[in-house]
């Protein structure tokens, strides 16, 4: 990884600056609070901070991947999951727990599915998921029938977990040929869309001041899959709206909202544009129950 701020994408970079600005205003702020050691200063004066000095000591991840300093908690934790067909019915070496913890497997999730599937790393700061996303080979690079699963940590990328087992997917479908130079970008944006929760910024569930943990949003995971002849993007959600519900029903109008942003400010399209064609389709949601009907269910198209 390079250490140079130029060498880094734009979002990487802005990133970084606005870890680091943080990072300055916390420690100046914490200064201010501080008595001068000599006693010097009059009543209400404050201590003159050296921003510059401070700004020394700062190292990020960006700066120093081994030792850096400075970590800005994500909302959530993440784990990033990957298979392919080189991954697929091998006993491939274990990577020693203490660097990416385990996720529990519970029995019955999964499958023999979940055998093959294996498990990357664990982050829950801004400066972690760039440190791995400059390490991992890019969407457009893997090899065909591959796939990467970022999914909120404890969370399983299989319908059978407790968090995905009501919910389904909303996912488009992009032809190879015509994506391979935009499938990184769309992924990308897909995954700060998911970590920044900007996806869902409502909450599920009837939470109360009194309610125990944190509030659940939506999502809990985000695909990108290659297949021979085309990419594939899919958001996972917790819940999905009834098939015999409304079009006023509240939970589809929180599904459609997430469809919708995932179109127009993640994946860049216009909100009428339509996208469906040879090996295309539309952004559409299904539940994980009709999933299972094999493309009988109701799809919901934004």
Known sequence: MSTSPSALPPHALNASRAAISAALADKSNATDTEPQADGDLEPGEVQEVNMESQANEIRTVFSDP???????????AWTLWFDSPATKGRNLPQTPSSAFPQTPVTPGVGGG???????????????????????????SALPQKANY?????????????????????????????KNRANVDR????????AIGETFDPSLTGD???DSQGPPQSLITGVIVSTRPQFYRLSIWTRLAPSGTADNDDPLRERIEAVGKHFKSNVLGY??????????????EF????????????????V
């Open 186 to 193: 769309m992924w990308l944006y897909t995954m700060l869309a």
């Open 270 to 283: 216009n909100e009428g544009q339509k996208l469906g064609g040879p090996l295309a389709t539309e952004v």
């Open 149 to 177: 699963y970022l999914f909120k940590e404890g969370i399983i990328p299989a319908w059978e977990d407790e968090a995905n087992k009501n919910g389904g997917k909303w996912s488009i479908q992009l032809p190879k040929d």
């Open 286 to 301: 299904l539940s994980h129950k009709d999933s299972e009907k094999k493309g009988k269910g109701k799809k919901i198209i």
């Open 66 to 76: 081994t030792s850096f300093n400075v970590k800005h908690p994500l909302y959530s």
């Open 207 to 209: 939470q109360t001041p």
């Open 113 to 139: 599915w979940m055998d093959d599937i294996k498990k990357v790393i664990s982050f829950d700061s801004v400066e972690e998921f760039w440190g791995l996303y400059n390490n991992i080979v890019p969407p």
